[in-house]
């Protein structure tokens, strides 16, 4: 019933740009927290960001300054802008809603 779809995700050169996108159904997550989390080649799952429902924001220190996340609540979508992109920023990128987790969108920064 609840569907999260991942999109955005591609082929960047450092210092490119990518906006991922988390198109939620099924359920309205207006007032529910979200996030994105990444899980790099060979790493564990990593926390990258939350968006409260009511605005507030937290970044994992790594990404603080070149991502920003952000909610459009009347699409019930969940967006993450990535700036700056480094090598290390390569990973697979899911959001998460409650419970309900995406299949990803694979990020890769390379020359």
């Known amino acids: 019933q609840v569907q999260l779809v991942e999109s955005g995700g591609g082929l960047v050169q450092p210092g490119g740009s990518l906006l991922l996108s988390c198109a939620a159904s099924?359920?309205?997550?207006?007032?529910?927290?979200m996030a994105w989390y990444r899980r790099a080649p060979g790493k564990e799952r990593e926390f990258v960001a939350t968006?409260?429902?009511?605005?507030?924001?937290l970044y994992n220190q790594a990404v603080k300054g070149r991502f920003t996340i952000s909610r459009d609540n009347a699409k019930n979508t969940l967006y993450l802008q990535m700036n700056s992109l480094e090598p290390g920023d390569t990973a697979i990128y899911c959001c998460?809603?409650?419970?309900?987790w995406g299949q990803g969108t694979q990020v890769t920064v390379s020359s």
């Open positions: 099924g359920r309205n997550f207006s007032a529910t927290n």
């Open positions: 998460s809603i409650q419970e309900f």
């Open positions: 968006s409260g429902y009511l605005g507030t924001t």
